[in-house]
């Protein structure tokens, strides 16, 4: 299968910025995503971008790819302590099968 | 957006017996459903695609005789654990697909196998 690789931990102080960051290696995705992850819940889906989108921009969420490095962040803005979670990113160049990187864990110090 | 419930939330067995998850699209008709397996602090690992009236396509390393996945119908899918021991204890989730839509997650399953 495909690689996405995050780091594994990022922690901040409440109400400073956090990037998270997701390489991959199949140029073939069409779509990337970003999912949150509360404790013992499921994935939410937080936002995505297309291949063919530089930047995308969604109140306090901004994602940046990089086609040419394969290279995908995430940016909340204003981070509270309810950001805390793990956070994956995701790509799929069929829409049927997803990859998934191995998530960061996002710490808000209050 | 869609919604995808899976039941039970939370289930608790004897190793040794079968356990079955159900994963249903609330809203919409899913063409498409997924079974994924998380460990703790581990990312998703996808275990199986089914799709509507097929056999389940299963990854490699994914035991199709213990990990029984049947997608009987548009909004319902199950997993049956057969045989379960404290190595399958996991988080279960699935995802649901409609034809040329967002795949959409279920909440999870926490199976733990005593």
């Known amino acids: 299968g495909e690689d996405v690789e995050q780091s594994l931990f990022l922690s901040v102080r409440e109400g400073d910025s956090s990037v998270i960051n997701c390489t991959y290696t199949d140029s073939s995705s069409t779509y990337l995503y970003w999912y949150k992850q509360e404790p013992g819940a499921g994935l939410q889906l937080l936002t995505y971008?297309?291949?063919?989108?530089d930047m995308k921009q969604d109140q306090r969420l901004t994602v940046l790819l990089n086609k040419k490095d394969k290279h995908l962040s995430l940016r909340i803005a204003d981070t509270q302590t309810g950001d805390s979670a793990i956070y994956f990113c995701?790509?799929?160049?069929?829409?049927?099968?997803?990859?998934f990187g191995t998530g960061t864990s996002l710490t808000v110090i209050p | 957006g869609a919604v995808v419930s899976q039941h039970p939330s939370w289930v608790i067995c004897k190793s040794g017996t079968s356990v079955k998850i159900e994963c249903r699209s609330l809203d919409f008709q899913a063409t498409t459903m997924f079974w994924y397996r998380q460990f703790p602090k581990q990312s998703l690992m996808l275990m199986a695609t089914?799709?509507?009236?097929?056999?389940?396509?299963?990854e490699q390393g994914v035991e199709k005789d213990k990990f029984l996945i049947n997608h009987a119908s548009l909004t319902l899918s199950t997993l049956t654990v057969t045989s379960a021991h404290p190595e399958d204890s996991s988080f279960y989730i699935c995802s649901a697909r409609e034809l040329g839509d967002w795949q959409f997650f279920g909440p999870g399953t926490r199976l733990t196998v005593l």
């Open positions: 089914s799709n509507e009236g097929s056999k389940a396509t299963y």
């Open positions: 995701a790509e799929t160049n069929t829409g049927n099968q997803f990859y």
């Open positions: 971008i297309f291949s063919n989108m």
